[in-house]
């Protein structure tokens, strides 16, 4: 049974900073594309980043800009999310998945976390 279990969310002021991260667990994740998505309240679930298990190609959403960047320690088995400079517009419970079918970025893939809040202030 595939776990995906997010934690680091929280409440941070715009221009801070904040690292999540996704605990992964049931098997081994080779072959596998580990991602990070967000939905904000009366928004679609939209892609922020992904990363592929096995050789670490990473992709990311054109409207991140840089501030964001996305890890995975294989020996943890976890994928990390830096985010750097949010916004307010950054709000959003966020969401690690993954799939094993090369789904990039949209959000169709085999298996979600619970999510975990991240709220910028003002």
């Known amino acids: 049974q595939v776990q995906l279990v997010e934690s680091g969310g929280g409440l941070v002021q715009a221009g801070g900073s904040l690292r999540l991260s996704c605990a992964a667990s049931?098997?081994?994740?080779?072959?596998?594309?580990m991602g990070w998505f967000r939905q904000a309240p009366g928004k679609e679930r939209e892609f922020v980043a992904a990363?592929?298990?096995?050789?670490?190609?990473?992709h990311y959403s054109s409207s991140e800009s840089g501030r964001f960047t996305i890890f995975r320690d294989k020996a943890k088995n976890t994928v990390d999310l830096q985010m750097n400079s949010l916004k307010p517009e950054d709000t959003a419970v966020y969401y690690c998945?993954?799939?094993?079918?090369?789904?990039?970025?949209?959000?169709?893939?085999?298996?979600w976390g619970q999510g975990t809040q991240v709220t910028v202030s003002s």
């Open positions: 998945a993954a799939n094993s079918r090369g789904v990039i970025s949209a959000p169709l893939y085999d298996y």
């Open positions: 049931g098997r081994t994740f080779s072959g596998y594309i």
């Open positions: 990363i592929r298990w096995s050789g670490g190609t990473t």
